[in-house]
Nanobody, 120 residues
Framework: QVQLVESGGGLVQPGGSLRLSCAAS????????MGWYRQAPGKQRELVAA??????DYADSVKGRFTISRDNAKNTVYLQMNSLKPEDTAVYYC???????????????WGQGTQVTVSS
């Protein structure tokens, strides 16, 4: 079993910053891609940013404002969010593609989500 635990959400004024963290624990053999998604009320969940061993990818709406990074020793992924806008308000979820053994395919695991609210 693998658990992902997010932290760092909260209320921030427009133009402010927040840093989200997501730590993976449990029966982990290796972690491949890790990412952040968000879901605003009434909208579908969307990819915000993703990171692999060799690349990063961002939604157009957050490019230049958000930075994803990863600490492999801690099995943790971070999302630094700067210049936040009201439209960034959503529940943010992390996910990870994890192999629990040295063979077979990786499975996707999700965190429970953390609320980010951007409002004055």
């Amino acid at each position: 079993q693998v658990q992902l635990v997010e932290s760092g959400g909260g209320l921030v004024q427009p133009g402010g910053s927040l840093r989200l963290s997501c730590a993976a624990s449990g029966n982990i053999f290796s972690i491949h891609a890790m990412g952040w998604y968000r879901q605003a009320p009434g909208k579908q969940r969307e990819l915000v940013a993703a990171i692999t061993a060799s690349s990063t990818d961002y939604a157009d709406s957050v490019k230049g404002r958000f930075t994803i990074s990863r600490d492999n020793a801690k099995n943790t992924v971070y999302l630094q969010m700067n210049s936040l806008k009201p439209e960034d308000t959503a529940v943010y979820y992390c996910n990870a593609e994890v192999k629990t053994t040295g063979w077979g395919r990786a499975a996707t695991y999700w965190g429970q989500g953390t609320q980010v609210t951007v409002s004055s």
